[in-house]
């Protein structure tokens, strides 16, 4: 019998990595820009490149992979029968008659992802980026222990993981979790890529905040904390907003635990954790007390990790999580898109 | 074998009841405005009392009850390892040095309902009214074959049971649901019971729109319908509010079908439908296709079969099912409470 090997893929608004592993752990990983120009399917077709790209680092034939697991940014839609991205991020169709979207040079409104994928890869497993990212820390992370876990990445979008009473919550298209775009305050001049006025992701997301400030989260947050008092407002009302919206899925959830994870959230959580902690601890105490906020364990690798979980062997996850093969991996990153 | 006998209690804002049933259905109901004055026990010991009135109008002793299902408002919290309630619309103590909750006639921050029921019965198993209502609506009802569906009561509060991928969600305090204290506008004069400005309960519930207006809800309705423009405004935006938490929550949880029932929907459903879904129309087209809002099927009875659902033995259910042996069912109106 031939060996188990898997690729993961991880589909962001910014950026795009595909990963090989055995039993023995992760065996490659490249990372390149995610496509935003030619037709819908360009996104699936970087995808079967990186894996490529990502086998010949490994050194093992395309051909040798049993399953690919795949955590992609959404929202998720079907078309007959198979399933594809209707992502505020990289669909610039989303908006039409609009110029909100100048950033995504495309006019798609629909990104078919399994289709392309099956045309190479017979076992596809595709979940939402979150949602790979709570199964990841569910099993080797920090929520091990904990049945009712939301996890959270803060980063070009906003996206949240949902476990309750130890399940994990997918939905009628594998949609839950897309609460980023729960409406908080539709008096804003914030829009999100979506069309929602105010939404959470309008109002928080990297991608808006540089929208609507002209400059990048990271250049807000350097400023803020080397005293910029503009910048700091800024902060300071993105992390209450994203406060409110935790709150809002622990009221609704019975949340223990909020785990955060992606790029705005990791540099910056010292700043970010006490803001948040505070507007949780403002609301009704039957509902905040003894509600936790922490940050994400696995890190960078979350959702690749995650998007192996979604196909591993089960026999695989003790090793692993003692062992946490991913450390040491190394990442190769690819300059050009497309 | 002595034949198994199931008495439930229903525990509102406003009133509360008890009913008593055997394998070939409910037997006697009795309702009674529910107590808001005295020790903080007083809740627990009027149920206690109605399960004996509803024993004696079943000509059942109140021994012979096998076990006891509760469907309650909340949220919940625990002393001591026994459920109590800590539920705005009841504890008078929970905002403290203010006149808002001049119509609670206490000052009670906790009340024992779970160490009260248990002095008497055995087997006592207590749920949130709307998890109940929505275990009712899966077993019973409108939502036997959908997985992805929320049970919504508005009523003297807002409360959700929520469902999702077939599992409805009792979070880590068994407050799942609570989604009625999600705060939709912090510049609302809008104050709900448990303390928050603005949230959905504070918006719209029918407790909170008397303290806001100074006239019931059932007034406010009722003028508008005859054409007093003010009350319509006041309906609109409430139904605008109501329909905003429905999105919110189709966004976080990827639901199909939202169930409503309460005694402020129940009289104004064809009034409040097409303005809750034209509110879930206008967000973000990739979550809310699809989505179905309907009344609920139980009606009056939701949570009382609720609460023996949560009880029931299996076997009982295919019959209920086909004979739906609730209607008919004579409740017998206390008047006195206490």
């Known amino acids: 019998m031939a060996a ?43 995808a079967l490149r990186l894996i490529a790209i990502a086998c010949a680092e490994a050194g093992v ?61 017979a076992e596809v497993v595709i979940d939402n980026d ?11 992370g920090a929520a091990q222990q904990e049945p009712d876990s ?19 919550l997918r939905g009628k298209h594998g949609n839950a979790g897309h609460a980023g775009h729960m409406v908080l305050d539709e008096t804003s001049d914030a829009v999100c890529g979506c069309g929602n006025r105010g939404d959470l992701e309008a109002l928080v997301s990297g991608r808006n905040l540089q929208k609507r400030y002209g400059r990048s989260a990271a250049d807000i947050f350097a400023a803020a904390v080397t ?44 700043l970010l954790m006490p803001l948040l902690e505070s507007e949780m601890q403002s609301q009704f105490p039957a509902l905040t007390e003894g509600v936790r906020i922490m940050g994400a364990e696995l890190d960078e690798l979350v959702t690749d990790i995650g998007a192996f979980a979604l196909v591993m062997p089960a026999e695989w996850m003790p090793d692993w999580r003692i062992r ?15």
């Open 61 to 121: 034939p395309p051909a040798s992979i049993s399953r690919v697991g795949v955590s992609s940014c959404g929202p998720f839609a079907f078309e007959q029968q198979a399933l594809g991205l209707v992502a505020p991020n990289l669909c610039g169709g989303i908006i039409r008659g609009d110029t909100y979207n100048d950033d995504l040079p495309n006019d798609w409104t629909f990104i078919p992802l399994e289709a392309v994928l099956r045309s190479q890869f």
């Open 227 to 270: 005293g910029d008092t503009i910048s700091m407002g800024i902060v300071q009302e993105a992390a209450r907003w994203l406060g409110r919206g935790l709150y809002n899925l622990a009221s609704a959830l019975d949340t223990r635990c909020f785990l955060i994870g992606g790029s705005v959230w990791r540099h910056h959580a010292g």
């Open 4 to 46: 188990i090997i898997l690729a993961s893929l991880d589909i962001g608004g910014s950026k795009m990595a595909a990963s090989i592993a055995n039993d023995n752990g992760p065996l490659a990983r490249v990372v390149q820009a995610t496509v935003k120009t030619g037709a819908a399917d360009a996104i699936g077709q970087q």
């Open 150 to 168: 939301v996890y959270v990445t803060w980063s070009t979008g906003i996206g949240f993981g949902l476990c309750v009473d130890g399940h994990i």
């Open 130 to 140: 979150c949602v790979a990212a709570l199964t990841a820390e569910r099993c080797f």
């Open 324 to 338: 946490k093969p991913w450390n040491g991996l190394r990442t190769t990153s690819l300059n050009e898109a497309g």
